[in-house]
């Protein structure tokens, strides 16, 4: 479902090339990726102490023997690139385990005149060792860079290349489709312009995008033809089965209309539409959870509404308002809980995390003064190794920032412990070990994010610095087999890394930012020691790793470039296969069982040991010193059983916060004597609790079982949304009469009725129309004006 992308970006003027390296996993209909550029922090790190002491313990780090030497040398493969002058490259993997990749390189704007050449395309059928290049199968045709790759979910075999072409002095778009891994494509000229990748549907043949004017096009044959649904589309999202769900306003979408917006829903692949929420900022649709941020009354703060059934209904959530300076941010959701940051007040760079019911409309405060900066960039990060667990940093009331970790989504945070052997400087008393995410990649303090995979049980590996705060000055890399418990010291510097075998080998290269490097690091004990490997004997300068998504491969590509002439580089790509060297499979005694979440040296002392969201998971984990290969068809073998109820299962409830240092909820001075009301489906609902509510999802059996119920209060309340109108045949109604809706700029009000007659709805920005007592009838959608501030609709008889 996902690709690996390698974008890196050299300079080509200068002495030295400068790289900037963009490396990571986007989803399939992601149409977006993130580039980051050397650019100064808005926030400065503190100068922590660097010392030898501060930085941990000692390494083990040695060179491979002989026998090991010359297995990786016979499977070590340089590819270069030759004539390929072009400034960046992109990697794509075509279907997961095929060992098809395709690599786009292109020139930026400012240098394509300097070599008056276009986009060169390649081809590899075994996973980088070898490349084709395939530009003449394409009629060298020069691709969009920021997507001119995009590949279909799974094993899909679906590849499309967008390119931009000039027809009568307007540029429009090109596709290139390809059902069969990119060995052939067929050439689709289209009649507008892309404005992003297009986005597949689960079903492969249906496509979706916007183009260069706002307008949406959807395709039902993948790519052959196109139909254009709707005009002025700010942002749009496939929903369950056929449903799109986008924003939109008659007035264009670029213009300042904040709280304007209109959500419509088509279930019919844009046949008839739904406006199911209107007064709109933005839209989300994420899980099964669909959201908006509206602005009820011009000039007054947005709230936010959560649809779980596609926008039939909208309950507004139980969260702060947030004015126009401020914003709210989904971190994560899923099927079962949201995870949302509320900005705090002020230009503070933190704000508050709550989270949800399994409703996703009553929250509780999870986290304060949680970063997020200015910059639209915050560490919050899934520890996806291991149930429960989330990384993210937080901003203290000196301005420093600091890691917390909570291992029961969300329902306690604490700080990281100090790494094993690791000691605190002698200025400070206390000290932690401090994660480094996205914002200090963004900022270029580190090239990358923390990793973990669900099939490497426990395993993360990230930057980070020792002290009473995050540094700037020399994050090392650290390692946790244990889902970030305990943590130890790996390597020391910044460097590139990727699991490989489910975990069980990690490959580093250092980042060395102005000089070339030709060693690259594995180790096969969980980072416990590392093997050095010369993969080259000519330097190359570095731009990253790569390979395939996920952690079942076995081989590893390190991409770079060497300078063949003054000022002149060529790409260079030089893979390792690790399959001859660790090729023993694995057998049974080469696994250990290992309780998650266990805190105890005898995991067997205490019934609670391990319980974390109300159940104990045993997995069996490759040992350490087990040199042996996983394959790609292991599967993570674990054994639950369920644990009894206590407080730590159990989030604090709306209105209420966990107080420090202890498993209590205690209420919120501001709720103090206040009814806990809230708007569910049209009815106030009163909350009843002690504090206390499920974590959703848990599953724990009896013992702690507090006092909660909602009950439903005889009063009708506003805060709910529901579908405003619905493009559909209505039949058996009289004739209408030209009628006149009146409208408050810049928000339009709904079926408002004007006269007896009741007929004219809102549909498609224009006016549904139907008629009494004609059989033969059917609702027709007009067109709309605005005039004077008023909005006019014209019937026809047929």
Not at 250 to 256: A, N, Q
Not at 298 to 316: M, T
Not at 626 to 651: H, P
Request: charged share 25%.
């Amino acid at each position: 479902m996902t690709s690996r992308l390698l974008l890196a970006t050299l300079s080509v003027l200068g002495t030295l090339a400068a790289v900037d390296a963009i490396f990571g996993q986007r989803e399939a209909t992601d149409a977006r990726f993130r580039i980051f550029r050397r650019t100064r922090a808005k926030r400065e790190a503190s100068q922590g102490n660097n010392t030898a002491a501060a930085r941990g313990a000692s390494l083990c780090v040695r060179t491979v023997e002989a026998s090991v030497l010359e297995s990786l040398q016979r499977n070590t493969h340089l590819h270069e690139f030759t004539g390929d002058y072009g400034s960046s490259i992109i990697l794509s993997w075509v279907g997961d385990g095929t060992g098809i990749i395709l690599a786009l390189t292109t020139y930026s704007p400012s240098l394509s005149w300097l070599y008056l050449m276009s986009s060169k395309l390649y081809r590899s059928e075994d996973s980088g060792k070898t490349f084709k290049d395939i530009t003449d199968v394409i009629g060298n045709a020069n691709l969009e860079q920021q997507f001119g790759i995009n590949v279909g979910p799974g094993n899909s075999k679906r590849v499309i290349l967008t390119s931009f072409m000039q027809v009568d002095q307007r540029h429009v778009g090109k596709l290139f489709m390809s059902s069969d891994s990119g060995i052939h494509f067929d050439a689709v000229e289209l009649a507008f312009l892309p404005a992003q990748q297009i986005v597949y549907h689960s079903s492969l043949d249906y496509l979706l995008v916007t183009c260069s004017n706002d307008s949406l096009w959807l395709s039902l044959n993948f790519g052959k033809q196109w139909t254009k649904i709707h005009d002025n589309v700010q942002t749009f999202a496939w929903g369950p089965g056929i449903t799109i769900f986008f924003s939109t306003h008659p007035g264009g979408v670029k213009i300042d209309r904040k709280g304007a917006l209109f959500l419509k829903r088509t279930e019919d692949l844009g046949k008839t539409f739904t406006i199911i929420s209107n007064n709109m900022y933005s839209f989300g649709f994420t899980g099964r959870f669909l959201f908006t941020s509206n602005v009820e009354k011009l000039g007054e703060p947005r709230v936010i509404y959560v649809s779980s059934d596609q926008g039939d209904n909208f309950n507004q959530a139980q969260l702060p308002s947030a004015t126009e300076e401020q914003f709210y941010s989904v971190l994560q959701a899923d099927e079962e809980m949201i995870f949302m940051h509320v900005d705090d007040e002020g230009d503070s760079d933190f704000g508050t995390i709550y989270t949800s019911d399994d409703r996703g409309l009553l929250y509780s405060k999870s986290l304060e003064r949680h970063m997020f900066g200015r910059n639209g960039k915050n560490d919050f990060t899934n520890v996806t190794s291991l149930r429960g667990v989330y990384l993210t940093n937080v901003v203290d009331e000196d301005e420093k920032i600091k890691t917390v970790i909570t291992y029961d989504r969300g329902g306690e945070w604490s700080p990281l412990k100090t790494p094993v052997g690791a000691e605190c400087a002698a200025n400070e008393e206390k000290c932690n070990l401090h994660i480094h995410g996205e914002y200090s990649k963004y900022t270029d303090l580190v090239p990358m994010l923390p990793l973990s995979d669900p099939s490497a049980v426990g395993l993360i590996i990230a930057h980070g610095s020792v002290g009473s705060s995050i540094t700037s000055i020399g994050p090392d890399i650290y390692v946790s087999d244990d889902g970030g418990y305990t943590w130890l010291k790996t390597l020391e510097g910044l460097h590139h890394y990727a699991l490989l075998d489910s975990g069980g080998i990690i490959v580093a290269v250092e980042q060395r930012r102005e000089l070339p490097v030709k060693t690259m690091k594995f180790s096969t004990d969980e980072g416990q020691c590392w093997n050095l490997y010369n993969f080259t004997d000519e330097p190359i300068y570095f731009a990253g790793l790569a390979s395939e998504p996920g952690t079942k491969t076995m081989n590893v590509s390190i991409w770079g470039y060497r300078e063949v002439e003054y000022n002149s580089y060529t790409w260079v790509s030089i893979t390792v296969d690790f399959e001859e060297l660790i090729s023993r499979d694995c057998q049974e005694g080469d696994y250990v069982k290992w309780l998650a979440h266990s805190t105890d040296d005898d995991e067997e002392t205490s019934a609670e040991n391990g319980c974390i969201l109300g159940y104990k998971e045993t997995y069996q984990r490759l040992k350490k010193n087990s040199v042996c290969r996983n394959g790609r068809d292991y599967i993570v073998a674990k054994e639950q059983s369920s644990c009894q109820c206590t407080k730590f299962d159990y989030l604090c409830d709306y209105g209420y916060f966990r107080q420090e240092n202890t498993s209590d909820c205690i209420e919120d001075p501001s709720f103090k004597n206040k009814e806990l009301e809230f708007c569910l489906e049209g009815n106030e609902e009163q909350l009843k609790t002690s504090g206390y509510r499920r974590v959703p999802g848990d599953r724990c059996e009896g013992g702690f079982s507090p006092l909660r119920s909602e009950q439903r209060l005889s009063s009708k309340c506003e805060k709910t949304q529901k579908s405003v109108s619905k493009c559909s045949k209505l039949q058996n109604q009289r004739k209408c009469n030209i009628l006149e809706l009146k409208l408050t700029y810049p928000f339009f009000p709904f079926a408002e009725r004007y006269d007896s007659c009741d007929c004219c709805k809102c549909c498609d920005f224009g006016i549904s129309v139907s008629w009494r007592n004609y059989p033969n009838s059917e609702k027709i959608c007009m067109w709309w004006k605005v005039v004077n501030i008023s909005l006019f609709c014209t019937t026809t008889t047929r």
